[in-house]
Nanobody, 127 residues
Framework: QVQPVESGGGSVQAGGSLRLSCAASGLSIGNSCVGWFRQAPGKEREGVAAIYTGDGSTVYANSVAGRFTIAQDNVKNTVYLQMKGLKPEDTAIYYC????????????????????WGMGTQVTVSS
């Protein structure tokens, strides 16, 4: 049973940083797509960043490009989302998702493409 588990959420002030972790038990991340998604109150869930662990290629939403970095640690079977320069509009529940496959670039931030989802971790950014 594959179960991504997120951790690292919390509350920070604008301009601060957080690092989220996604430990994907039951899934070898060596050849998978892992994505981070977020859902703010009253809004639809949106893709934030994704990585194909086979070659380390990444994709980011325009709203976070240059501030967020997604990275993998194959030894720990974990994918991280380093978030810097946080803004109040980054406040959301952040979810990790995974699929045992590569995805075309255009598909990597589409939530319907992923098979396994974590329960989410709350990120709150105050002004």
């Amino acid at each position: 049973q594959v179960q991504p588990v997120e951790s690292g959420g919390g509350s920070v002030q604008a301009g601060g940083s957080l690092r989220l972790s996604c430990a994907a038990s039951g899934l070898s991340i060596g050849n998978s797509c892992v994505g981070w998604f977020r859902q703010a109150p009253g809004k639809e869930r949106e893709g934030v960043a994704a990585i194909y662990t086979g070659d380390g290629s990444t994709v980011y939403a325009n709203s976070v490009a240059g501030r967020f970095t997604i990275a993998q640690d194959n030894v720990k079977n974990t994918v991280y989302l380093q978030m810097k320069g946080l803004k109040p509009e980054d406040t959301a529940i952040y979810y990790c998702a995974a699929i045992r496959a590569n995805l075309y670039w255009d598909f990597r931030l589409q939530e319907g493409r992923y098979s396994y989802w974590g329960m989410g971790t709350q990120v709150t950014v105050s002004s």
